[in-house]
């Protein structure tokens, strides 16, 4: 567990219900008190390791006491289930970024266009059934945006996770000076479930492959991300430049899409599958 100061008792929740972090890590004594006689918890010997494993019925009924968004960030300390990782890292890949909260920590923002509506719901449960956002849905935002001397006005909902000091070590991988940077550490952290996430915010179908789009990164950035697509993942890619100076998308081949596809369709929204390049929900 990291960044523990100081713990008098901690809690290890083991998703059985629903695979990932499911009620704030508490690390104080005093914390725990205000809640332990909500949940009577059973303590059970399960694969070789002490894990707490919370009756169904008992969770569903005292989940919100734990869904608490007053609880300081420095006291929302993890650890963080595998597949919550994953997807934050797709998402800051993608169209997901950070914020950085004084020195509590960071939460993640997530928007997405109205007709992405069912994927960035489909994120916000991910996280609100894990513990990790409020009971407020995503709300609706509006942008305005000038395009030959005509303002139009763009539609969308967005929601925040909320903040973790044990968030600091994903920002600090995809961040430097505000700015969003690739850096080496990613091929530990670039799973499959990372690359569907990733590919659902900013890939995109083609003729015959997937094209993502990687504008905001470097060249060099790209050619890391591409090698990393290669080597760790056996898919065919080539850099293409787009028509931005200095901006770059990668292209998956299509020699490589079946491969691809078995990758990553069994972690893929369906509201997103056409990014794969089929035309109906499957």
């Not at 997901?96 to 020195?103: D, E, F, L, T, W």
């Not at 060249?219 to 290669?230: A, H, R, S």
Request: net charge positive; glycine share 6%; with cysteine.
């Amino acid at each position: 567990m990291d960044e523990i100061i100081d713990s008098q008792i901690t809690i290890k929740v083991n998703g059985f219900l629903l695979g990932g972090l499911i009620l704030y890590i508490l690390n104080k004594k005093k914390d725990t008190n205000k809640y332990k006689e909500l949940v009577d918890i059973k303590y059970l010997l399960d694969i070789g390791e002490k894990n707490i494993i919370i009756n169904k019925n008992l969770f569903l009924n005292t989940f919100n006491f734990f869904n608490i968004p007053n609880i300081r960030a420095n006291k929302r300390i993890g650890p963080h289930h595998k597949d919550v990782i994953s997807v934050i890292v797709g998402s800051l890949l993608g169209d997901c970024y950070g914020n950085q909260k004084s020195r509590e920590g960071i939460r993640f923002i997530y928007k997405q266009s109205i007709i992405h509506k069912e994927y960035l719901f489909w994120l916000y449960n991910f996280f609100y059934l894990r513990g990790y956002c409020s009971n407020l849905e995503p709300k609706i935002y509006t942008r305005k945006l000038k395009i030959n001397n005509q303002i139009k006005e763009y539609y969308g909902y967005e929601f925040n996770t909320f903040t973790f000091r044990s968030f600091n070590k994903i920002y600090k991988m995809f961040y430097n000076n505000g700015k969003k940077r690739i850096k080496l550490s990613l091929v530990d952290y670039l799973d499959p479930l990372a690359l569907a996430i990733w590919i659902m915010d900013d890939g995109g179908w083609t003729k015959y492959g997937v094209r993502i789009a990687t504008n905001s990164f470097t060249l060099i950035e790209v050619e890391y991300l591409v090698l990393i697509l290669k080597t760790k993942f056996n898919l065919n890619c080539t850099i293409q430049k787009i028509k931005t100076i200095n901006q770059y998308s990668i292209y998956i081949k299509a020699e490589s899409i079946n491969n691809l596809r078995k990758l990553i369709l069994p972690y893929m929204h369906k509201s997103m599958y056409y990014k794969l390049g089929f035309k109906n929900n499957i």
